[in-house]
């Protein structure tokens, strides 16, 4: 009875910002209202197809509608995407739903249209709330490119929670061009005190296609390795020592506040993607949805760019570089349940070499990475690719 | 068949590097027609991309081509190309056999090099009647009639009318081709006696197995002829006679006295040739062999071992190939801790390990790792007996050497007075010992300069030209063996010996040695998940280090909207990045480190 139905995570991507942030290589760019409507309208028609052809064994547990900025769709829109998600799958009642916003877009003052989006937005559903912040000074805000001042991001935060959001998280990004340690315990003192329930917390990684990515290095004039090592030290023991607790390598929440639908991702449950360029997981299958704008909207159902059988040795290797990104770590036991054989056997190198290092620890049943093994963590866990047997 | 032997000339040519030898003979190849100039690809002699690519003759190639002299005549030329670099000297010799004559080609405004008179020696050695051509003289900076005095002062050869060219836009090709006609000398050999032909060069071809490369002295060679070598005693029926087109194998009917071609045969094993050993008929043999070659001596030995130890064979096969061609290519199994199986290789400099190990890793797809070059030490124990030392781990104890003794060269080396106080300063951080100094002209200076080998085998030839701009041209030959103070620099990564790193080095440069080893350790080796102690260290004692500071952060934040498989991307990205590494010990150590650590002069 209780077997009846797989729990399903959904994610909803919506792939338009009024600018592009320097240092953004998501998929996402501006567009005009006209376009804006035609991609909703075959977003409605993905998530009808889906539900027709898969709906039917799921329960779906989470939702995450993430870009992008995605209240760049006005509220009533995203209502309906959520009301097509109901009427084509089995949502439970106490499903996460949460929604990636950006401050920018419109007036969230109590005059402003951003009240009544956020009241829609509540009544529809949306219970839980990702900012993005990024950095608390207002020069740092245009150095990434951001189209706000921190003064917006406060209107904006204040009005979610008389809107009644109570599960916000706030997006922050460290070792900032030009950021000094002094200046980011500041800001991240002030990022604190929005008293948010989470707070994922990134280093700056310059990724090729951005803006930072074609400027020189030290035009860049980023923190050095030792500077960066302090602020993210800083970062763990400030919000740890604020309540805040780690439980992934770059998310902090309060106790019983972690984000559901990211857990899916790292424990390799499945999950649907939905929208352009958007990246699922079903029957063992990881799929991404096409990232061509236009051929999304004259064909939104099944137009994949790619599509992959996972084997058993891609599903350990995923069980294990995902589930280590958690600090609870995986269960040895339930490895061994999933595949049929023991952990130890197929990663007894590496396995042996890190625990011995301290990098890895063991307790009971749980493996998990050491505060040390978290922070080379990139290391660690591109030791349990295996090689071609 | 008759082709006279007096319509026949077999010549190299041979110069300094850079003087345009090879442009000369593909505008000879061009001129006698063998190929349109449509078909012509730039230095066609050059034919392994290796040779393309840095505009240097490593192999010696033939080619025959035919002209119609002004006299009416028509002529046989097989032209043998040479290198010019002093690491393949030997090859030269081996070229230089088969012929009677030879081209020397000068720059116009470069003059006379230091390989210039050392190949000049060469070909007088082997009693070939030489002229020479000046190259060239297009240039702004030539100087045809001083280069042409150069040459009748500093090497006594009659230049006044000799021909003065541009190579490159085809100027007095004629006059080159019909000097070679009127000035070299025909063979004299007699196709009615014996057989007795030399082996001067052999490839391995997938298709027709061995070619051999020889000179017909005496007698005739013929498909079916049984013949024998000499050296080898092996007997086999010859398959195949040809001779060589541009870039080709053309096969005939025979080859007679004089002529030079290839054969093939059913030979089974490739160390049944032997470049330099004599061909004859096996029914009606000729009684006395050519004298051959001189055997040359690697002067240079490293290790050599394939990156994934389950190729050990298969550098094995291609090592034993590739001597089929080059003679002066030696190798014997050896066994490191850190690097497993793989060979003790020996070569004649380091410009000829450069290649071979480009060689095995292009033609044979091997990945290799190879150690710090070293030469051979005399090293005479207590007990008297004396070791031939070419992998510095195996010197024994400090206790039972008496003393040892290291090779010598004399070098020569040829510059421009601007830069002679500098080249003197390298000669003596080098522990060089002057032993001349001339003046070629009021610009120009011959340097003669006693140096330990071991000092020019790693860069010297690269600070040379540094130091001079590029005016300064070098040669050396081996001269013997001197008693020096040599202790074994032993590196330990880790706290651990690693023994492919260790080398011989004079006792006085060892402090400074170990701590640059240490430095340039650091450089060559990424941080890693600890600390890595680095450390020289001379008969247990340790005279420098240095830390590598483990990396303390490395941290993959994003990820969004669960895309996996760009996540896994990257991880697998750092992963691939080990596959370039040696895991010694705990620590990945790049596989380029063992040999770039020895370049010490690059700032």
């Known amino acids: 009875m209780k077997n009846k139905f797989k729990p399903l995570s959904v994610y909803l991507h919506i792939p338009f910002c009024r600018k592009k942030c320097n240092y953004c290589d998501f998929l996402s760019a501006p567009a005009d209202d006209e376009t804006i409507r035609a991609y909703a309208d075959a977003l409605s028609v993905e998530i009808a197809a889906k539900g027709e052809e898969i709906g039917e064994g799921y329960f779906v547990k989470t939702i995450f509608i993430g870009g992008g900025t995605p209240n760049i769709l006005?509220?009533?829109?995203?209502?309906?995407?959520?009301?097509?998600?109901?009427?084509?799958?089995?949502?439970?009642?106490?499903?996460?739903?949460?929604?990636?916003?950006?401050?920018?877009?419109?007036?969230?003052?109590?005059?402003?249209?951003?009240?009544?989006?956020?009241?829609?937005?509540?009544?529809?559903?949306?219970?839980?709330?990702?900012?993005?912040?990024?950095?608390?000074?207002?020069?740092?805000?245009?150095?990434?490119?951001?189209?706000?001042?921190?003064?917006?991001?406060?209107?904006?935060?204040a009005q979610a929670e008389k809107a009644g959001f109570e599960n916000i998280n706030i997006d922050m990004i460290s070792s900032l061009p030009g950021q000094t340690f002094e200046e980011f315990k500041e800001d991240l003192k002030r990022t604190v005190s929005f008293g948010s329930k989470h707070i994922s917390a990134y280093s700056l990684i310059i990724e090729e296609e951005t803006a930072f990515g074609r400027m020189k290095r030290d035009e860049l004039d980023l923190p050095d390795e030792e500077e960066e090592y302090r602020i993210y030290c800083y970062t763990r023991e400030f919000l740890e020592q604020n309540g805040y607790k780690r439980y992934e390598i770059s998310n902090y929440a309060r106790e019983g506040y972690e984000c559901r639908h990211n857990i899916t991702y790292w424990k390799s449950g499945e999950y649907l993607g939905l929208g352009l360029g958007s990246s699922g997981l079903l029957n063992e299958i990881r799929y991404t949805v096409t990232e061509d704008l236009k051929a999304y909207i004259a064909n939104p159902v099944n137009n994949y760019r790619e599509c992959t059988d996972l084997t058993e040795k891609d599903r350990m290797e995923e069980y294990m570089f995902l589930g280590l990104r958690m600090t609870e770590g995986i269960s040895l036991k339930h490895f061994e349940e999933c595949f049929g054989i023991s952990a130890w056997e197929i990663y007894e190198k590496p396995l042996n070499t890190y625990i011995s290092e301290g990098f890895l620890e063991k307790e009971g049943d749980r493996l998990r990475l050491t505060e040390a093994g978290l922070d080379v963590s990139n290391e660690i866990l591109s030791h349990f690719l295996l090689d071609i047997v | 068949m008759g082709i006279s032997e007096d319509h026949i000339r077999n010549f190299s040519i041979i110069a300094h590097i850079d003087h345009g030898k090879s442009t000369l003979a593909d505008r000879i190849i061009e001129k006698t027609g063998l190929l349109t100039e449509r078909e012509m690809q730039d230095q066609i002699l050059d034919n392994m991309d290796l040779e393309r690519e840095r505009g240097i003759t490593i192999k010696s190639q033939a080619v025959r081509t035919v002209y119609q002299a002004k006299d009416g005549e028509e002529y046989i030329l097989n032209l043998i190309d040479t290198p010019g670099h002093v690491d393949f000297n030997y090859e030269v010799s081996r070229s230089l056999a088969a012929c009677d004559g030879a081209v020397l080609v000068v720059d116009a405004s470069q003059g006379i090099e230091a390989q210039t008179l050392a190949n000049v020696y060469l070909a007088l050695d082997h009693d070939?009647?030489?002229?020479?051509?000046?190259?060239?003289?297009?240039?702004?900076?030539?100087?045809?009639?001083?280069?042409?005095?150069?040459?009748?002062?500093?090497?006594?050869?009659?230049?006044?009318?000799?021909?003065?060219?541009?190579?490159?836009?085809?100027?007095g090709i004629e006059d080159v081709l019909e000097a070679i006609v009127n000035r070299i000398p025909a063979p004299d050999g007699d196709p009615s006696k014996p057989l007795k032909a030399l082996i001067?060069?052999?490839?391995?071809?997938?298709?027709?197995?061995?070619?051999?490369?020889?000179?017909?002295?005496?007698?005739?060679?013929?498909?079916?002829?049984?013949?024998?070598?000499?050296?080898?005693?092996?007997?086999?029926?010859?398959?195949?006679?040809?001779?060589?087109?541009?870039?080709?194998?053309?096969?005939?009917?025979?080859?007679?006295?004089?002529?030079?071609?290839?054969?093939?045969?059913?030979?089974?094993?490739?160390?049944?040739?032997?470049?330099?050993?004599?061909?004859?008929?096996?029914?009606?043999?000729?009684?006395?062999?050519?004298?051959?070659?001189?055997?040359?001596?690697?002067?240079?030995?490293?290790?050599?071992?394939?990156?994934?130890?389950?190729?050990?064979?298969?550098?094995?096969?291609?090592?034993?190939?590739?001597?089929?061609?080059?003679?002066?290519?030696?190798?014997?199994?050896?066994?490191?801790?850190?690097?497993?199986?793989g060979f003790r290789c020996g070569f004649l400099g380091l410009l000829h390990l450069d290649i071979i190990t480009e060689r095995l890793e292009r033609e044979y797809d091997l990945d290799l790792v190879t150690t710090a070059p070293g030469v051979v030490y005399k090293v005479y124990r207590t007990d008297g007996e004396v070791i031939e030392l070419t992998n510095p781990a195996n010197l024994p104890d400090q206790s039972e050497i008496e003393y040892m003794e290291e090779p010598v060269v004399n070098a020569e080396i040829m510059v421009n007075t601007e830069y002679l106080g500098a080249i003197i300063g390298l000669c003596q951080e080098r522990r060089g010992i002057q032993t001349g100094m001339e003046y070629i002209e009021t610009t120009r200076v011959l340097l003669k300069y006693t140096l330990p080998l071991n000092e020019i085998i790693y860069d010297f030839f690269d600070a040379l030209k540094s130091r001079s701009r590029g005016y300064a041209s070098f040669d050396y030959e081996l001269s013997g063996y001197e008693r020096s103070e040599l202790v074994k620099l032993d590196i330990l990564i880790n706290r651990e010996y690693v023994d492919a790193l260790s080398?011989?080095?004079?006792?006085?440069?060892?402090?400074?040695?170990?701590?640059?080893?240490?430095?340039?350790?650091?450089?060559?080796?990424?941080?890693?998940?600890?600390?890595?102690?680095?450390?020289?260290?001379?008969?247990?004692?340790?005279?420098?280090?240095?830390?590598?500071?483990?990396?303390?952060?490395?941290?993959?934040?994003?990820?969004?909207?669960?895309?996996?498989?760009?996540?896994?991307?990257?991880?697998?990205?750092?992963?691939?990045?080990?596959?370039?590494?040696?895991?010694?010990?705990?620590?990945?150590?790049?596989?380029?480190?063992?040999l770039n650590v020895l370049k010490l002069d690059e700032e």
């Open chain 2, 503 to 594: 080398f011989i080095v004079f006792k006085d440069n060892a402090y400074d040695r170990g701590r640059r080893m240490c430095e340039k350790l650091k450089d060559e080796i990424p941080r890693q998940l600890f600390d890595i102690p680095l450390q020289a260290a001379v008969g247990g004692k340790i005279i420098a280090r240095e830390t590598i500071k483990a990396y303390r952060k490395d941290v993959l934040a994003k990820c969004y909207g669960g895309d996996i498989s760009r996540k896994r991307k990257l991880l697998e990205k750092q992963k691939e990045g080990k596959k370039k590494m040696r895991q010694i010990g705990s620590v990945e150590i790049p596989k380029k480190a063992f």
């Open chain 2, 128 to 171: 070939l009647e030489v002229f020479p051509v000046i190259n060239k003289i297009d240039l702004p900076s030539a100087r045809p009639d001083e280069v042409a005095r150069e040459i009748e002062d500093v090497i006594g050869i009659e230049a006044e009318d000799c021909p003065r060219i541009s190579a490159k836009q085809g100027l």
């Open chain 2, 200 to 341: 001067f060069d052999a490839v391995y071809d997938s298709y027709k197995g061995v070619i051999v490369f020889v000179r017909v002295m005496d007698g005739v060679i013929k498909k079916g002829t049984t013949v024998r070598f000499m050296a080898t005693g092996a007997v086999d029926e010859v398959i195949e006679v040809g001779y060589f087109g541009a870039g080709a194998f053309i096969p005939c009917d025979e080859l007679s006295a004089g002529m030079v071609g290839y054969i093939t045969a059913s030979i089974k094993d490739l160390k049944e040739t032997r470049v330099g050993d004599t061909v004859t008929n096996n029914a009606n043999p000729c009684t006395e062999a050519l004298p051959g070659y001189k055997k040359v001596n690697p002067m240079v030995y490293c290790g050599i071992y394939p990156a994934d130890s389950a190729k050990y064979q298969d550098l094995r096969d291609a090592l034993e190939k590739l001597q089929l061609n080059d003679a002066s290519l030696v190798y014997e199994p050896e066994t490191s801790i850190a690097l497993g199986f």
């Open chain 1, 74 to 157: 006005p509220a009533h829109s995203i209502g309906g995407l959520l009301d097509n998600i109901r009427s084509s799958f089995n949502v439970d009642a106490s499903a996460e739903i949460t929604m990636e916003m950006n401050p920018g877009i419109y007036d969230f003052g109590d005059n402003g249209k951003g009240r009544d989006e956020l009241a829609l937005l509540k009544a529809k559903g949306i219970n839980r709330l990702s900012i993005g912040l990024q950095t608390n000074l207002d020069d740092k805000l245009k150095t990434l490119g951001r189209i706000h001042d921190h003064k917006a991001f406060e209107t904006m935060y």
